[in-house]
C-alpha cells in the first residue's frame, strides 16, 4: 500500500520567507509526527498529533514554528520568516497505535534550504 | 531521563564480513525497542522491533537483533553484509511513560569497503 508521502522534496527560500511542508499519512494511521534532521545529526522531535489534535508541540524550537493536521489525515508544518539555521530535513512519521504497534512509518523526508 | 545510546558513530566494514552495531538503552522494565535504517536521501525504514517473547528478533534485509536485559542492550547483526548496506542506522526504544513516544539513538553509519 501506499506509505507516507511529502511534499515538496525539495525547498530553497530566502531568509525570511515563509515555507510550508505537507505530509500524507498512511490512510488510517492516527498518530502524525514531525522530526527535523540535521546534517549529520540524529532525530529532533519537533510535534506529535493524535487525530487532529496536537497533545504535545514540546519540541517546537520557536513560535516562527507552527503545524496542523486536518481531517485526521494531511498535515502542515509551517515555518515563518525562516533563518538559516533551519535548514535541515523535516521527516513525518505516521503510526497506527493499534495495541502493540508502537513502530513509526517514516516519509523520505522533505530538504529545506534557506539561503 | 530514558535514553538510548549508539556508542559508535561510524562503522567500516568489508563486504561480505559480519556486522554488529550495539544499542544501549535505559529502561526499568521490558521496552519496545526498534531498529531503523536511513539510506542517502531516504526516511527511515523500520528493519525490525522487539516487543515479547523470543530474545532473537529477525527483519528484513537479512539483519537480525538480541535483546539481552542484563547487558541493557539490543545490538543489531548481520552475518554478511553488501554495499548496499551502507546507511545509517538508528535504534529507538518506546518512551516508557509514554505510548506515543519513541526515542531515538543518534545514529551509526556503516561503512562498506569493497
Known amino acids: 500500500g501506499a506509505g507516507v508521502s511529502q511534499s515538496p522534496s525539495n525547498k530553497v527560500t530566502e531568509k525570511g520567507k515563509d515555507v510550508e511542508l505537507r505530509c500524507d499519512p498512511i490512510?488510517?494511521?492516527?498518530?502524525l509526527y514531525w522530526y527535523r534532521q540535521s546534517l549529520g545529526q540524529g532525530l529532533e522531535f519537533l510535534i506529535y498529533?493524535?487525530?487532529?489534535?496536537?497533545?504535545?508541540k514540546s519540541g517546537l524550537p520557536s513560535d516562527r514554528f507552527s503545524a496542523e493536521r486536518t481531517g485526521g489525515s494531511v498535515s502542515t508544518l509551517t515555518i515563518q520568516r525562516t533563518q538559516q539555521e533551519d535548514s535541515a530535513v523535516y521527516l513525518c512519521?505516521?503510526?497506527?497505535?493499534?495495541?502493540?504497534?508502537?513502530?513509526?512509518?517514516f516519509g523520505p523526508g522533505t530538504r529545506l534550504t534557506v539561503t | 531521563a530514558q535514553s538510548v545510546t549508539q556508542p559508535d558513530i561510524h562503522i567500516t566494514v568489508s563486504e561480505g564480513a559480519s556486522l554488529e552495531l550495539r544499542c544501549n538503552y535505559s529502561?526499568?522494565?521490558?521496552?519496545?525497542l526498534f531498529w531503523y535504517v536511513q539510506s542517502p536521501g531516504q526516511g527511515l525504514q523500520l528493519l525490525l522491533k522487539?516487543?515479547?517473547?523470543?530474545?532473537l528478533v529477525q527483519g528484513i534485509k537479512g539483519f537480525e537483533a538480541e535483546f539481552k536485559r542484563s547487558q541493557s542492550s539490543f545490538n543489531l547483526r548481520k552475518p554478511s553484509v553488501h554495499w548496499s548496506d551502507a546507511a545509517e542506522y538508528f535504534c529507538?526504544?518506546?518512551?516508557?511513560?509514554?505510548?506515543?513516544?519513541?526515542?531515538f539513538g543518534k545514529g551509526t553509519r556503516l561503512h562498506i569497503l569493497p
Open positions: 522487539y516487543f515479547s517473547g523470543d530474545t
Open positions: 498529533f493524535q487525530g487532529n489534535s496536537a497533545p504535545d
Open positions: 529502561y526499568g522494565a521490558t521496552p519496545y
Open positions: 490512510s488510517g494511521h492516527t498518530a
Open positions: 529507538a526504544v518506546k518512551d516508557q511513560n509514554r505510548d506515543d513516544k519513541i526515542i
Open positions: 512519521a505516521s503510526s497506527p497505535r493499534l495495541a502493540g504497534g508502537y513502530e513509526q512509518y
